[in-house]
Every structure is written in structure tokens, then in C-alpha cells.
């Protein structure tokens, strides 16, 4: 880092309602680590809940066994940049690089990372949730995370890698490539769903969802049918209309909910699976008509092994995921822009990323301060002092 370039701001979660753009020390590069210049971050879904009505997987009584971190955190896990600075003893990185942010941690010596199952490590989480992510200027993350990029990758597709990834993920636990699928719940990581499946040329995909403008997204990204999920418990019928009877071979189930879990096991054939992607507390379930119909039930959770795929798609086959980009919003008015306007918005926003490089025009407005207090860390580590 140059001189006088050692501090940032960044979007820092201190509880339900309570994000602010805070200006702190930049990180430095600890051992195994790399230091990146942020260029942007995705708004997921789960940062939405941990600013609606969180803390959900943040930590705050006790700091995360991965990262070593507890609330007040830097909030953001889907997030790209380059390379600033290497720590001690990372190899296969250079100052420069553009890379991905693959933001899962993982402790590599128990049963499951050793074999070679990172996502479901005993210690699991997601930097920006369990640990300072990627809302912010610069992000020190290890290095394992961090992918380079052809250069025929922008870094506007590479922020769209984690999501996708969960998607990419849900496919392959999916087993070999079906001939129809169908996807109940068209977010971000449901229209994935559809864009892959279309890569992997399924040739028959129904899309479910109450908005009429997800279902039209989901049409442009591959989708062969569409479901208006109004229709209540006429779904799995029409569904079963659509194919002669026999039911799609596999449901995505992206919802979290007891009633889309019903429609895809109405819908889904003798012998099909329903991929739980979607996160919800309880369900319950017919295992009776589950038996007779030797349908599977399988978790989905997490990524592993995905980003080089990923990259792959895009810089050799042309896969385009910008589509789902429906806004891009400055750091400063990531609060009015971003969480409050997909919790209060019509519903036509998607994806939207935060750019780390934009200075909002609004800042210093009564519109863009509104959540958005500017802090200043206090000498010492003490409580941040608010500065209007």
C-alpha cells in the first residue's frame, strides 16, 4: 500500500437495522493471506436478513473458530477485486491479479475437508458473515480464496461467481443430467439454477414463481415453461399436464418453505429427486406417499470446486450471468439502495451489486445518511465515535 492510503470505508453490521459506513485502518496481509482492492459486491440475500431482523449466522458472542471474528463486522461474501498485497508465505498469487473471492472458510484437517468436502468442514462459514468480507474497500481474506481471472473474465461477472456457484453446486448434487427439471423460487440463486441448467442443455425446464417479471427474467435465461405459482395447489397438477402425467425427474426447491416443498414432491415423478436449496426451520412431510414414490430428498448447501468451473463457462463458452445485475448502487447509499429497497421494492430488483470504486452523488443527502451513520474508530479499539 502507498502512503497515506491506510484507511477505508466500509459497510460495518452492528445489529437488526443497524449497517454503517464506517472508515477504519485498512487490513494488512497476515500469513496466508491476501490483501484486495475491492471492486464489487453482491447484495445476497442472507446479508439481507442479518440487516432485517439479524444476528442469523453472525457471531456475536463468541468470535468464529474460522476467522477469529465477532460482531461489529464487515458485512459482503460475494465479491471480486485485485490483488494488493501477499502475505507471508502465499504462492501462486502476484500483486495485480484480478481474482474471485471463493469466501468460504475451512479448516483442512477435519474428516470432511480431508475429504476434500470444505462446504460442510466442521468449522464452516463465510467471510462478510462469520468474518470482515468484502462491503468495503479492501478485503484480507486467505489467499486459498481467491481465483485469478482470464483476462476475458470482467470482474462484474466474477462478482456474480458465489451465487452461481450455489446454484452450480445444487445441479451436481442433482446426479447426472436430467431431461426435466423444475425451479420453484426465482431469486438470484433460483435463476441460476435455470441459466445452468440451460448450459448443461437440459432440455426441458419449468420455471415457478409468484412474479410474473421473475418468470419473463427466467424465460430469457433458458427456461422452456413457466409456472405462475398464484395457482396455489394447482401447481404440481399443472405441472404433471405439461409432462403427460409423468412429473419433472428433478425439483430445485430455492424457496424455504413447507408449502414449495409440497408442490415439488407433487410435481416431481416416481423415482425423482427434490434438491433442498431454499433455508427454512421445520417442515413436514407425507413419508407415506414419499416411499410409495421412492422419491430422494437431498440437501444441498454451500459450493465446493465450482469456481474454476465457473470460469471456465465464461471465459471458453461465453456465459453471460450479468442479466440478473438489475442495479448497481455506491458504498454510501448501500442502505436506501440496497437492503431497503429490496425489503420495501416492488420486486423487479434481482441482483444488486455494490460498486467500491463509486462515490454516490447523494452522499452527505438526508436520503443516503438515513442508516448510514459515518463512524470513526476510537484510539485504542474503543466504541466507534458517529460523526453527521
Given at each position: 500500500?502507498?502512503?497515506?492510503?491506510?484507511?477505508?470505508?466500509?459497510?460495518?453490521?452492528?445489529?437488526?437495522?443497524?449497517?454503517?459506513?464506517?472508515?477504519?485502518?485498512?487490513?494488512?496481509?497476515?500469513?496466508?493471506?491476501?490483501?484486495?482492492?475491492?471492486?464489487?459486491?453482491?447484495?445476497?440475500?442472507?446479508?439481507?436478513?442479518?440487516?432485517?431482523?439479524?444476528?442469523?449466522?453472525?457471531?456475536?458472542?463468541?468470535?468464529?473458530p474460522a476467522s477469529g471474528a465477532r460482531a461489529p463486522l464487515v458485512l459482503g461474501?460475494?465479491?471480486?477485486?485485485?490483488?494488493?498485497?501477499?502475505?507471508p508465505s502465499v504462492t501462486g498469487l502476484t500483486r495485480g491479479d484480478r481474482v474471485a473471492v471463493e469466501p468460504n472458510y475451512r479448516c483442512g484437517r477435519c474428516p470432511r475437508?480431508?475429504?476434500?468436502?470444505?462446504?460442510?468442514?466442521?468449522?464452516?462459514?463465510?467471510?462478510?458473515?462469520?468474518?470482515?468480507?468484502?462491503?468495503?474497500?479492501y478485503a484480507a481474506v486467505p489467499a486459498y480464496m481467491a481465483h485469478r481471472l482470464p483476462e476475458n473474465v470482467s470482474l462484474e461477472q466474477a462478482a456474480l461467481f458465489e451465487p452461481a456457484s450455489v446454484a452450480l453446486h445444487a445441479l451436481r448434487r442433482a446426479g447426472t443430467t436430467p431431461g426435466t427439471v423444475m425451479v420453484v423460487g426465482l431469486g438470484p440463486v433460483g435463476?441460476?439454477?435455470?441459466?445452468?441448467?440451460?448450459?448443461?442443455?437440459?432440455?426441458?425446464?419449468?420455471?415457478?414463481?409468484?412474479?410474473?417479471?421473475?418468470?419473463?427474467?427466467?424465460?430469457a435465461l433458458g427456461a422452456t415453461d413457466l409456472i405462475d405459482a398464484r395457482l396455489g395447489e394447482g401447481v404440481g397438477e399443472r405441472i404433471r399436464e405439461l409432462t403427460g402425467g409423468e412429473g419433472v425427474d428433478v425439483a430445485f426447491e430455492v424457496v424455504g418453505s413447507e408449502s414449495t416443498l409440497r408442490t415439488c414432491l407433487d410435481a416431481t415423478r416416481r423415482?425423482?429427486?427434490?434438491?433442498?436449496v431454499g433455508l427454512a426451520q421445520e417442515m413436514s412431510l407425507d413419508s407415506f406417499a414419499l416411499v410409495n414414490n421412492e422419491q430422494s430428498i437431498i440437501a444441498s448447501v454451500g459450493y465446493r470446486d465450482t469456481y474454476p468451473e465457473l470460469i471456465r463457462l465464461v471465459a471458453e463458452r461465453g456465459l453471460d450471468l450479468t442479466p440478473l445485475v438489475t442495479s448497481t448502487i455506491a458504498l454510501d447509499t448501500l442502505v436506501p439502495d440496497g437492503f431497503e429497497a429490496l425489503l420495501d421494492g416492488p420486486g423487479d430488483q434481482i441482483k444488486i451489486l455494490v460498486d467500491l470504486a463509486a462515490r454516490s452523488d447523494r452522499l452527505g443527502s438526508p436520503e443516503a445518511s438515513a442508516g448510514t451513520r459515518r463512524v470513526r474508530p476510537q484510539p485504542g479499539g474503543g466504541e466507534p465515535e458517529t460523526s453527521e
Amino acid at each position: 500500500m502507498s502512503a497515506g492510503t491506510q484507511r477505508m470505508r466500509a459497510a460495518v453490521w452492528y445489529g437488526a437495522k443497524d449497517v454503517r459506513i464506517a472508515e477504519m485502518d485498512i487490513p494488512a496481509a497476515g500469513r496466508g493471506e491476501v490483501l484486495i482492492e475491492v471492486a464489487f459486491s453482491g447484495i445476497c440475500g442472507s446479508d439481507l436478513h442479518e440487516y432485517a431482523d439479524g444476528p442469523h449466522a453472525i457471531p456475536v458472542a463468541e468470535p468464529h473458530p474460522a476467522s477469529g471474528a465477532r460482531a461489529p463486522l464487515v458485512l459482503g461474501h460475494e465479491f471480486c477485486g485485485t490483488v494488493v498485497e501477499l502475505g507471508p508465505s502465499v504462492t501462486g498469487l502476484t500483486r495485480g491479479d484480478r481474482v474471485a473471492v471463493e469466501p468460504n472458510y475451512r479448516c483442512g484437517r477435519c474428516p470432511r475437508c480431508r475429504a476434500g468436502e470444505y462446504n460442510i468442514c466442521r468449522h464452516f462459514g463465510f467471510a462478510g458473515l462469520m468474518g470482515n468480507g468484502g462491503m468495503a474497500e479492501y478485503a484480507a481474506v486467505p489467499a486459498y480464496m481467491a481465483h485469478r481471472l482470464p483476462e476475458n473474465v470482467s470482474l462484474e461477472q466474477a462478482a456474480l461467481f458465489e451465487p452461481a456457484s450455489v446454484a452450480l453446486h445444487a445441479l451436481r448434487r442433482a446426479g447426472t443430467t436430467p431431461g426435466t427439471v423444475m425451479v420453484v423460487g426465482l431469486g438470484p440463486v433460483g435463476l441460476l439454477t435455470v441459466r445452468l441448467a440451460a448450459e448443461r442443455e437440459v432440455p426441458r425446464i419449468v420455471a415457478v414463481d409468484v412474479s410474473p417479471a421473475r418468470l419473463h427474467r427466467a424465460s430469457a435465461l433458458g427456461a422452456t415453461d413457466l409456472i405462475d405459482a398464484r395457482l396455489g395447489e394447482g401447481v404440481g397438477e399443472r405441472i404433471r399436464e405439461l409432462t403427460g402425467g409423468e412429473g419433472v425427474d428433478v425439483a430445485f426447491e430455492v424457496v424455504g418453505s413447507e408449502s414449495t416443498l409440497r408442490t415439488c414432491l407433487d410435481a416431481t415423478r416416481r423415482g425423482g429427486r427434490v434438491v433442498l436449496v431454499g433455508l427454512a426451520q421445520e417442515m413436514s412431510l407425507d413419508s407415506f406417499a414419499l416411499v410409495n414414490n421412492e422419491q430422494s430428498i437431498i440437501a444441498s448447501v454451500g459450493y465446493r470446486d465450482t469456481y474454476p468451473e465457473l470460469i471456465r463457462l465464461v471465459a471458453e463458452r461465453g456465459l453471460d450471468l450479468t442479466p440478473l445485475v438489475t442495479s448497481t448502487i455506491a458504498l454510501d447509499t448501500l442502505v436506501p439502495d440496497g437492503f431497503e429497497a429490496l425489503l420495501d421494492g416492488p420486486g423487479d430488483q434481482i441482483k444488486i451489486l455494490v460498486d467500491l470504486a463509486a462515490r454516490s452523488d447523494r452522499l452527505g443527502s438526508p436520503e443516503a445518511s438515513a442508516g448510514t451513520r459515518r463512524v470513526r474508530p476510537q484510539p485504542g479499539g474503543g466504541e466507534p465515535e458517529t460523526s453527521e
